[in-house]
């Protein structure tokens, strides 16, 4: 089992930043990837950005790319997503999860195997 605790979301201007984190504990060491996705109210959860367990391959949504930025902490096996340029239509509660499956993309959420509570993110116009 892989447990994963989210935190860091809030309120925030549009334009403004936040940085979410993503503390992982457990059975770690079958992890390959880990990733984060949203979902707002009404629409279906959608993938925002991932990575390699061991950081070497990025993954982001075109609808982030170049104001989202994910990275990691291997020493406390933290995962981050650096939020920029933050828009309303990034409204949305934000899942930390964990793949043990091989794949060529991780954007589909059915690859993932443990989620996090989430975390909400809402930003105001």
């Known amino acids: 089992q892989v447990q994963l605790v989210e935190s860091g979301g809030g309120l925030v201007q549009a334009g403004g930043s936040l940085r979410l984190s993503c503390a992982a504990s457990g059975r770690t060491n079958n992890v390959y990837r880990m990733g984060w996705f949203r979902q707002a109210p009404g629409k279906e959860r959608e993938f925002v950005a991932s990575?390699?367990?061991?950081?070497?391959?990025?993954d982001y949504a075109d609808s982030v790319k170049g104001r989202f930025t994910i990275s990691r902490d291997n020493a406390k096996n933290t995962v981050w997503l650096q939020m920029n340029s933050l828009k309303p239509e990034d409204t949305a509660l934000y899942y930390c999860?964990?793949?043990?499956?091989?794949?060529?993309?991780?954007?589909?959420?059915?690859?993932?195997?443990?989620w996090g509570q989430g975390t909400q993110v809402t930003v105001s116009s």
């Open positions: 999860a964990a793949s043990q499956s091989i794949a060529v993309r991780y954007t589909a959420a059915n690859l993932y195997d443990y």
């Open positions: 990575m390699s367990w061991r950081g070497i391959s990025l």
